[in-house]
């Protein structure tokens, strides 16, 4: 009996432990949690003590007091503030699990493809601190083509672009694997940090990083548009020749200029990919095209902006913000095909 009680209170769960945004995918169930990857605290006689997680911590950051700190505790995919990751992922845990002290889940977490053996070690040693019995790890390209619905499994080549918040990581996949992966660090937040630094170049406009994220979900784009100058809209920030609050208008075609570093970054990864790719599997995405995953593949125009420079088919995923939580649920339900991709050596 008692057995049985746990496992109804016991369910295996994956993670998608992004920069930007964490979710959390319930065996059975499909992904229940999407919130920020952020959390506020304090210190108290040298000890962190968290006070908010999630879009609670979110709203606090760039707004908090001396005492309060508001971070991201993952940079670049990979754990950068071991403390507060552990917190944010037992929060999680337990926001999921409402009945903590009898849930003990196995966890599949995704990291990137290029993370050392160090990263990876943090990541699973904070999943089994957080609470889980079991913490298996997935390469994020997999699961993220997996989630796209990509025929991976088959003797063909598949080509997954899946930009996150801290990377990009485009692979060719064939019979279940990666045949060829590249991760760079460049994604959401490296083109917030470029339009951050293209307002207070070009406008002497400082602004912060909700607002950059703002504009570049609002009118953001790969691609100059055909006019010159394309939608606009109206920001606030702080004027940096006087110090007092200022409202400029800016244009879609300003914003296209402040982000082109970070695409042809993106780009140059795709082409590069292609580059090593076998003849084969490269004569395959010649006919299959790029599927584009991640937050990053929803920028305004970035499939012309790649169509432009491979002459491929660039196709963007339905889901493509829940890609990689979908994979990595779709491995823990298909546990046994999928074995071979999923590292559960401690």
């Known amino acids: 009996m008692l057995g049985n009680l746990f496992s109804v209170f016991s369910s295996d769960m994956a993670i998608d432990l992004g920069t930007a945004n964490t979710l959390v995918y319930l065996k059975g169930k499909g992904i229940i949690l999407n919130e920020p990857s952020v959390v506020a605290y304090k210190v108290k006689n040298g000890v962190k003590q968290v006070l908010a997680v999630g879009e609670d911590a979110k709203l606090m950051l760039g707004r908090t007091p001396g005492s ?18 552990e917190e944010m992922i037992k929060h999680f845990i337990r926001k999921v699990h409402k009945r903590s002290a009898l849930t003990k889940p196995r966890v599949i977490v995704c990291v990137p493809y290029g993370a050392t053996a160090v990263e990876k070690r943090a990541i699973r040693q904070s999943v089994l601190s957080a609470g889980a019995r079991k913490a298996g790890l997935i390469a994020e390209p997999i699961a993220a083509a997996l989630g796209a619905g990509m025929p991976i499994t088959e003797p063909t080549g598949s080509m997954v672009v899946d930009i996150g918040g801290g990377t990009t990581e485009v692979a060719v996949l064939s019979l279940g694997d990666i045949v060829y992966a590249r991760s760079v660090r460049v994604g959401g937040d490296r083109m917030d940090e470029a339009v951050v630094s293209h307002l207070r170049r070009r406008q002497n406009l400082l602004v912060g990083e909700s607002t950059a994220e703002r504009i570049k979900t609002s009118i953001g784009t790969a691609h100059i548009p055909e006019d010159g100058r394309g939608t606009s809209m109206e920001i606030r920030g702080r004027n940096m020749l006087n110090g007092v609050p200022k ?7 300003e914003i296209a200029s ?5 695409v042809q970054q993106i780009c140059e990864a795709v082409m590069t990919a292609l580059e090593s790719t076998p003849p084969d599997l490269a004569a395959d995405i010649v006919d299959s095209g790029v599927m584009l995953t991640g937050g990053g593949a929803l920028l305004g125009e970035l499939d012309i902006a790649l169509r432009k420079q491979t002459g491929l088919a660039i196709s963007v995923a339905d889901e493509s913000l829940n890609c990689v939580a979908l994979g990595t649920g779709k491995s823990l339900e298909y546990e046994k095909q999928l074995m071979h991709v999923i590292d559960f050596d401690s």
Do not use: N
């Open 68 to 85: 309060i700190e508001a971070i991201r505790p993952m940079r670049d995919g990979v754990i950068a503030d071991f403390d507060v990751a």
């Open 247 to 253: 409202e400029i208008e800016i244009t879609q075609a």
């Open 258 to 262: 402040a982000l082109s570093e970070p």
